[in-house]
């Protein structure tokens, strides 16, 4: 029974870890009829004709796939651009820890992936008091980016 028991508890947290997120404050959360596969090219295409670039990709399924581990999709795009960087720097040194900002793509379990991402603005927020309103401007513009980045990804 202990053994039934362990099991239970390994499939029971695997399968509450591969759903969609939940919403939560200064997040934005797209679920999808994409897979996982279409939505990470949807994204990577979006970016093409957006005024931002992924700069940075991390991803633990390709990971764990080549060590011989099955885990959902996942993979993170770091997306910024130099002169988002170097307005953001002149605002607040310390904000610089931020960048870039990461949009979010993760397998579900009904087979949909879905988008998901911090706002810029609230990535920003702690900094603010530094960086001014020079600073709250550029997470509000960079919060656009995001939106059209995410409605384009979106789009079928």
Do not use: C
Not at 7 to 32: K, M, N, Q, Y
Not at 104 to 130: I, M, N
């Amino acid at each position: 029974m202990q053994r039934f028991t362990g099991l239970l508890s390994i499939f029971l947290f695997i399968s509450s870890a591969a759903h969609a997120l939940e919403p939560r404050a200064g997040w934005v959360v797209h679920d999808t009829d994409k897979s996982f596969d279409e939505l990470v090219e949807a994204v990577r295409e979006a970016v093409t004709t957006a005024p931002i670039a992924i700069v940075t990709q991390a991803s633990a399924s390709d990971g764990a796939r080549a060590q011989g581990h099955t885990i959902p999709g996942n993979r993170i795009f770091g997306l910024y651009r130099n002169d988002y960087a170097r307005r953001m720097l002149a605002a607040s040194v310390a904000a610089g820890i931020e960048a870039p900002i990461r949009l979010y793509v993760t397998e579900d379990v009904d087979g949909t992936a879905s988008l998901s991402y911090k706002t810029p603005t609230t990535v920003f927020a702690p900094y603010f008091d530094e960086g001014g309103d020079a600073l709250r401007e550029l997470a509000a513009e960079l919060d656009s980016v995001f939106a059209a980045v995410s409605e384009s990804a979106l789009a079928d």
